[in-house]
């Protein structure tokens, strides 16, 4: 069976990023133990990412590199909030320059934040995405692709690679 909508794919993974010299920097992986188990086509990947696994079957290697534009955007030098000090305080300490922390906009979207400062009555974060401004270079290979249950399509994402983990 081939990746197309509305399959469950299985895949191992290794993500590098590029320094500016041009070196490449581990990032993170998944293999063959914990793979990465999504639903195909509903929005849940990066498009990009999903676009170059498209057609692919098990057994399938495959490599390529997103741009920025691809990947998580170009960083937004706009990007960036004080907040204050006092929304802090109630957790007990205080985050450090370099922590990632989570926050939760108007509509009660959550996404994570990087602490660039910490002064008397602010906390400086920078809202870009931690790969912004990254060429994202994937590896890896396809382990499964199996129809979606009936489950997975109405709850909009995969139930494991079996299709009856998770809930």
Not at 57 to 76: R, T, V
Not at 134 to 153: P, Q, S
Request: charged content about 20%.
């Amino acid at each position: 069976m081939n990746i197309n909508a509305n399959t469950v794919v299985s895949i191992t993974y290794e993500l590098h990023t590029t320094t500016p010299e041009g070196q490449q920097v581990f990032v993170e992986k998944a293999n063959e133990e914990q793979p990465l188990v999504f639903l195909y086509g509903v929005g849940m990947m990066l498009p990009k990412f999903e676009e170059h696994l498209a057609g692919l079957k098990a057994g399938d290697e495959y490599s390529f590199e997103l741009s920025p534009a691809d990947g998580y955007g170009e960083i937004d030098a706009t990007a960036h909030v004080d907040l204050p000090i006092d929304m802090f305080k109630e957790a007990g300490e205080l985050p450090k320059v370099g922590d990632v922390i989570p926050l939760q906009d108007n509509q009660g979207n959550q996404f994570r934040a990087g602490v660039t400062g910490v002064h008397e009555d602010i906390i400086s974060v920078d809202l870009n995405h931690p790969m912004a401004g990254k060429n994202l270079i994937f590896a890896g290979k396809v382990l499964a692709v199996r129809e979606a249950t009936a489950d997975e399509l109405s709850h909009g994402h995969a139930h494991g690679a079996d299709g009856h983990s998770g809930h």
